[in-house]
């Protein structure tokens, strides 16, 4: 369906992450190694970054596929960040939302976005935006369900600004409206990275002693730190730090991003090991 990447360290140019690794996302737009769903991600792409002292993103995104892009190999190889989401994407339906449709969305310090599809779209998504405020239903970006995906968690966040618990929430809800959906969904506020493994593949890549760490759909390189996220889990992550927990238990708490049961720590690191993925009966 689509594959992204959230990076927290160092500033390093956009290139050294997203095109210049063997298996970088540039490349997995047209040759993917782990996607479930889809071979080419052609329809568009996008990547947002956060500078230096200022806590709003700015973004860059296309409606036609990445490799094409001449504007964005040059802003690759020139800018550089610390904080940084992108997103290649393979639309489910066609449409005409250009640009609008691809990731990152943003609002205020946010950036996200969602590798996947909700099963039975829109019918089964219907008692869910239902219960949204109509000014927020109005202002969807485009006409896809990620974009109704992103409306729902921003209104988690702005009750509440705990990254894992709006993705948590959020994942729940869908899972139940429309089973079979698949919810890989990436949110960043520039200092600490959300993410939900719910119907394909999700790994993460932690270099405590560089203080970087690195969420993706797929490894981009054959670094052996990469680990692999199960089925089912929600990820939180800062430059030093993972926590992993089910989301197919009952919450514990209020968030559940403070109820891991496998974190690392910096400089004393142990990496969980590459846990089995499983399938997606929404496939």
């Known amino acids: 369906m689509c594959r992204h990447l959230a990076y927290l360290g160092e500033p390093v140019s956009l290139g050294r992450v997203l095109s210049d690794p063997e298996h970088s996302l540039v490349r997995q737009s047209w040759e993917p190694r782990r996607q479930r769903s889809g071979t080419v991600n052609a329809d568009g792409f996008g990547v947002g970054w956060y500078a230096e002292e200022d806590p709003v993103p700015a973004r860059y995104r296309r409606s036609g596929p990445i490799w094409g892009d001449l504007t964005f190999s040059d802003l690759a190889r020139v800018v550089r960040s610390g904080a940084v989401l992108a997103a290649v994407r393979d639309a489910t339906r066609p449409g005409a939302d250009g640009e609008a449709a691809a990731a990152p969305f943003a609002e205020g310090h946010w950036l996200f976005s969602h590798n996947g599809s909700l099963r039975d779209w829109p019918d089964a998504a219907a008692p869910v935006a239902a219960c949204l405020p109509p000014q927020e239903l109005l202002s969807l970006a485009a006409r896809t369900d990620?974009?109704?995906?992103?409306?729902?968690?921003?209104?988690?966040?702005?009750?509440?600004?705990?990254?894992?618990?709006?993705?948590?929430?959020?994942?729940?809800?869908?899972?139940?409206?429309?089973?079979?959906?698949?919810?890989?969904?990436?949110?960043?506020?520039?200092?600490?990275?959300?993410?939900?493994?719910?119907?394909?593949?999700?790994?993460?890549?932690?270099?405590?002693?560089?203080?970087?760490?690195?969420?993706?759909?797929?490894?981009?390189?054959d670094d052996a730190r990469w680990c692999e996220v199960p089925d089912g889990t929600l990820l939180t992550a800062t430059r030093t730090r993972i926590d992993l927990v089910s989301l197919k238990e009952p919450p514990a708490g209020p968030s559940p991003s403070r109820h891991a049961h496998h974190s690392l720590h910096a400089p004393h690191a142990h990496h969980a090991p590459h846990a089995p993925q499983q399938g997606d009966e929404g496939k």
């Open 146 to 221: 990620s974009a109704l995906i992103w409306a729902l968690v921003l209104h988690r966040l702005r009750a509440d600004p705990d990254l894992g618990a709006a993705l948590a929430g959020t994942v729940r809800e869908l899972a139940e409206a429309a089973p079979g959906s698949r919810l890989n969904l990436l949110l960043t506020d520039g200092r600490a990275i959300a993410a939900t493994a719910w119907g394909d593949s999700l790994w993460y890549l932690a270099d405590t002693a560089a203080q970087r760490t690195v969420v993706a759909s797929e490894p981009y390189d």
